[in-house]
Nanobody
Framework: QVQLVESGGGSVQAGGSLRVSCEAS????????VAWFRQAPGKEREFVAA????????KYAGSVEGRFTIARDYVKNSVYLQMNSLAPEDTAVYYC?????????????????WGQGTQVTVSS
């Protein structure tokens, strides 16, 4: 079992950057594929990005492709999401999720472990 804790959220103006991190405890994070999802008020939770167990593959939602980067920090046993060129529509609670063998990675229910979320607010 693995516990996930997100950090790094905050407020930024449009065009700015933020990095959110997800730190794992209980197991090595390299044993898991990891994804970021986000949920805006009144909307369903949506897929943002994912990284495979062996870091061989990353996937992104079309809305963040080219602006966001997901990567592992092996020293900190964490995964971070670097977000650049932020826009007000990126405002949401960002959640990290992990699973050893996720099926369809864009589907919320396929991810077993979740963090508590961190708020990202982008003002215009």
């Amino acid at each position: 079992q693995v516990q996930l804790v997100e950090s790094g959220g905050g407020s930024v103006q449009a065009g700015g950057s933020l990095r959110v991190s997800c730190e794992a405890s209980g197991r090595s994070f390299t044993d898991y594929a990891v994804a970021w999802f986000r949920q805006a008020p009144g909307k369903e939770r949506e897929f943002v990005a994912a990284i495979s167990r062996g870091e061989y593959e990353t996937k992104y939602a079309g809305s963040v492709e080219g602006r966001f980067t997901i990567a592992r920090d092996y020293v900190k046993n964490s995964v971070y999401l670097q977000m650049n060129s932020l826009a007000p529509e990126d405002t949401a609670v960002y959640y990290c999720a992990a699973d050893s063998t996720p099926a369809a990675i864009r589907v919320v229910v396929n991810w077993r472990y979740w963090g508590q979320g961190t708020q990202v607010t982008v003002s215009s």
